[in-house]
């Protein structure tokens, strides 16, 4: 069932990807000969309205083949004004990012189904007082519901982290303890901490810790629109953050996941809930926009540049540079694949 669900949720999200690029191009006139969900032996097919849509053997991706464009042939060069290369360059660069945009409106509105159905977090309930904190000295304690910080309604245990360090000075904490609402004033202190790629950082804090208690928390759909917003871009900061310190050497090559991790999770996900599966579906298609979204060429980023290059010297890169550093950038992308598999495999061995 798991792998069923991650063939299922893969071959949505390529679907979507690649959709985003057929209704790019067909907008501007483009012939669109093949539209495929993965690559290598066709399986099933069928020509509708001057497009072969089919499915592939290796479901790890899929491609749409215009009229004019094809990476292995860069001075390819089709008559006509359905080709895409005969289209201006900023014409070709709404084509080619329409791929990964398609990719964050799909995140958005899984996440908006998510906060209409229930989205589940940490409760804003105190589990743990850290020792001489400015929480204990104001006299919080465990067991302590946060329920409004100042002005703002907090629902959740993010919400206390983000208002704390996102405020200056004292703050006035609005706590609900054996069901009476007591007030607190604390100032926070600059105190050590870790960020989300286990850097070192300073930042403002009370400590506190939470108590493992998880609820679920249901949104308007004005709320829901709100919330779809803010994950998709935080989700999307996140992965590119996440790449430039993988590039800096911050994060360890050994962190880089394959395939086998990605199906895994996916899986673990649709056994858990379907919420669960919605939240992974919608993190793994920003992953998938933003990752194509990276300037290496074979990529829909690499091909932007291009593109941007044209616009500004007002001519095309030569067949030549534009072969040799479409070959670099498979060669970039076939090492990631290997490296997430190798990890993948070292992972499953060390866990046996």
Sequence with gaps: MGTISFLIVLSILVFIHELGHFLAARFFGVKVHVFSIGFGKKLFS????????????????????????????????????????????????????????????????????????????????IGQIIKDSPAQEAGLKANDKIIRINDVKIRTWKDIGNTITQTKGALKFFVQRDNK??????????????????????????????????????????????????????????????????IQGIIPSSEIGGVITIGKVISDASQSSFIALLAISALVSV????????????????????????????????DKVFMYLTIVGWVILASLMLLGIYNDINRIILKG
């Design 46 to 125: 069928k020509y509708y309205r001057g497009t072969e849509w089919q499915f592939a053997l290796i479901p790890l991706g899929g491609y749409v083949k215009m009229k004019g464009q094809d990476d292995t042939k860069p001075g390819l060069q089709e008559e006509g004004n359905d080709s895409y290369n005969n289209k201006k360059p900023w014409q070709r660069i709404i084509i080619l990012f329409a791929g990964p945009f398609a990719n964050f409106v799909l995140a958005a509105i899984l996440y908006f189904a998510i906060a209409i159905l229930g989205a589940t977090s940490l409760s804003p309930t």
């Design 181 to 246: 609402i007591q007030t607190f004033v604390i100032k926070p202190e600059i105190s050590d901490s870790e960020n989300l790629f286990r850097e070192k950082i300073k930042k403002r804090m009370i400590g506190i810790a939470p108590a493992p208690k998880a609820i679920t928390i249901k949104y308007s759909p004005l709320e829901a629109i709100s919330y779809a917003y803010d994950k998709t871009v935080e989700s999307s900061k996140m992965i590119f953050l996440g790449v430039q310190k993988l």
């Design 287 to 318: 992953n998938l926009g933003v990752l194509n979204l990276l300037p290496i060429p074979a990529l829909d980023g690499g091909h932007i540049m291009f593109n941007i290059y044209e616009i500004i010297t007002k001519r095309k890169p030569s």
